[in-house]
């Protein structure tokens, strides 16, 4: 049969992982091999011609999307991690959360100056976590070609953070 809409395998967790939260889980689009293809295939569309030196993603989803994504246009994979993760030298931004804040650390060879960068994830809810990713980038003078999503929470407003950068979303809600 006809393959669902990308937006039709996203399952909805009430109050994951906290009372209120409407957590977005795409468990059901890694399921399916075609939606997951057309999903990689579709955050590398835009970007394809853009020469990317390396995709620059988030633990812990990021990477099964940053992974395909960096393969598909030929580019380095960059992980940015939780602290105590990375075994090298590090630099770390951190940044708010709803309540205190976070933090994340990336190698720091990981970029070179000049390099082109593409920076994915797998949902944009506030913009605290990419932004402070983008602030890593241009710490190590990386050049941020454009930043892409499977999911954008749009209620959420998180693309004003990130209005530096061409910016988009597979699916928005």
Known sequence: GKMPALKDLIRDIPDFPKPGIIFKDIAPLLQNPEAFRQAVDELVEKHRDHQIDAVVCVEARGFLLGAAVAYKLGAAIVPVRKPGKLPYKTYQATYQLEYGTDTLEIHQDAIAEGDRILVVDDVLATGGTVKAVTELVKRMKGEIVGI????????LN?????????MSALITF
């Open 148 to 155: 892409v999503f499977l999911i954008e929470l749009t209620f």
């Open 158 to 166: 998180g693309r004003e953070k990130l209005q530096d950068y061409p």
